[in-house]
Nanobody, 127 residues
């Protein structure tokens, strides 16, 4: 049974940094497209970043140059390093995975098709 558990969220001032973690059980990230999404109150869920089986990464324009997605070699932990945080980054952040791999090129615009989700971790950035 696949379980994804996020951690690392919290409150930070604008300009600060946070690192999010997503621990997987019953699953390894290495062979699939995995990613981070976020949803702010009253707003649609949006994809933040994704990393494919070959290590290629993709980011939303709003976070490019500030956020970095990565995973550990064992394939059990997914990370999101967030720097230069802005108030508009405030949201609940979710990790997600899709298996068997259909490719991030396919999934990045189809958040409804990702088949595993964590419960979320809150990030609050004060201006």
């Amino acid at each position: 049974q696949v379980q994804l558990v996020e951690s690392g969220g919290g409150s930070v001032q604008a300009g600060g940094s946070l690192r999010l973690f997503c621990a997987a059980s019953g699953y390894t990230y290495s062979n699939d497209c995995v990613g981070w999404f976020r949803q702010a109150p009253g707003k649609k869920r949006e994809r933040v970043a994704s990393i494919d089986a070959d290590g290629s990464t993709s980011y939303a324009d709003s976070v490019k140059g500030r956020f970095t997605i990565s995973r550990d070699n064992a394939g059990n932990t997914l990370y999101l390093q967030m720097s230069s945080l802005k108030h508009e980054d405030t949201a609940m952040y979710y990790c997600a995975a899709d298996t068997p791999n259909r490719g991030c090129w396919y999934l990045d615009s189809r958040d409804y098709e990702w088949n595993y989700w964590g419960q979320g971790t809150q990030v609050t950035v004060s201006s």
